[in-house]
């Protein structure tokens, strides 16, 4: 198993087969540590895949009889687990271009104190952007419309690839590729000055309102 092409139609047969470690392994080469079924609804079934050295694999199945027949029914992301955390919730990735340059992406988790929310746009956000932008170009994709992000909250931190489904772009990626990049990406984000910057901003943040975290 050499594409994530190859690795999106290994997920669309162990599904249809029982969703076990063994099965996984069989059919993916990998060894796997743990196995997370869930079904949020009744239109949707999702997979985790916890692999060795930090390496998550999340599938998405789609219940829908017409995406079935157009073989687009699953959707998956490669991520690799950090040890960053943050207070706010952001996610920050790579986007495009604008006049031949890749530009920044961040989001927040919304909270219901409109104020707090207002505070975090305007002082958090712009924060965090100058920390990421000087290495935002590295989470460039290898196609023109995937991209690398992360993603951070209290408990935990993730590097990811862009979601990859039938009729994505990125199915011609190799997949040491991706994770070569997601372990890189990783150690990029271990800068003495990024991590001390990040530090400084979430302190910052630790005196709004404890309402905030709720």
């Not at 687009?72 to 790579?94: A, H, I, P, Q």
Request: charged residues 30%; negative net charge.
């Amino acid at each position: 198993m050499d594409t994530l092409s190859e690795l999106l139609n290994g997920l669309r047969e162990f599904v249809c087969m029982d969703c076990k470690k063994e099965e996984v392994e069989r059919i993916l080469g990998w060894n796997v540590q743990d196995l997370l079924v869930r079904t949020p609804d009744e239109f949707e079934t999702q997979v985790v895949i916890l692999f060795e050295k930090g390496l998550v694999l999340e599938a998405r199945y789609f219940l829908n009889e017409g995406l079935r027949e157009l073989n687009d029914d699953c959707e998956f992301r490669l991520k690799l687990m950090t040890d960053l955390t943050s207070r706010v919730t952001y996610n920050v990735f790579y986007s495009g271009y604008i006049h031949g340059q890749g530009y920044i992406r961040i989001s927040i988790a919304e909270v219901e104190n409109k104020m707090i929310q207002k505070v975090l746009e305007e002082l958090f956000v712009p924060r965090l952007k100058d920390i990421y932008k000087p290495i935002i170009i590295e989470f460039k994709g290898l196609f023109s419309r995937d991209y690398f992000g992360v993603e951070v909250n209290k408990d935990q931190g993730a590097i990811y690839y862009s979601p990859v489904r039938s009729q994505s772009e990125s199915l011609a990626a190799d997949i040491l590729e991706v994770v070569s990049r997601l372990y890189y990406l990783d150690e990029l984000l271990k800068s003495q000055d990024l991590r001390h910057r990040l530090a400084e901003l979430d302190l910052q943040m630790s005196f709004l309102p404890s309402v905030m975290w709720m």
